[in-house]
């Protein structure tokens, strides 16, 4: 990957070219870039709705693309006896990265997730302006 953050699309792709050859490892692709958070720190989360809480976190992580939950099946495919395989899936996310068989890495997920955040199409900070009513009298 170039030094330049991956757009959406180059996400999706990426993640449905992993999910024909290695489903946990396109589960875990997707999580990272759904929340913007590192593999070592999704090994204890729990699902709240379209959102995760990780331990030692106060606040549930929100997905910024909800829709990337229900287009990844996150939450219905994730994988069975997920803890007794998570070390096996980190390596093989790291292994497929290192030797550029995955195109962006865990840096490039991350900070795609971050510029996104900080955009105010997908910040709660913007609100649309009140609509004005107009009198018809």
Known sequence: MDSTKPVDQQILD????????NHEVAWLFG????YGIKPDHLKDFQWVGQSIQIKNRKKPLH?????WVILFELQSKEPRNFLGSWEKTCVNL??????QQISMN???LLLAYNTRKKCPL?????????VKRLSLV
């Open 94 to 99: 790291y292994r497929m990265m290192a030797l």
């Open 14 to 21: 990426e993640f449905f070219r992993l999910s024909k050859e």
């Open 31 to 34: 999580m990272i870039a759904t």
């Open 122 to 130: 997908y910040t709660k900070q913007r609100q649309t302006p009140p």
């Open 63 to 67: 997905p910024l693309h909800p829709q």
């Open 106 to 108: 865990i840096t490039d």
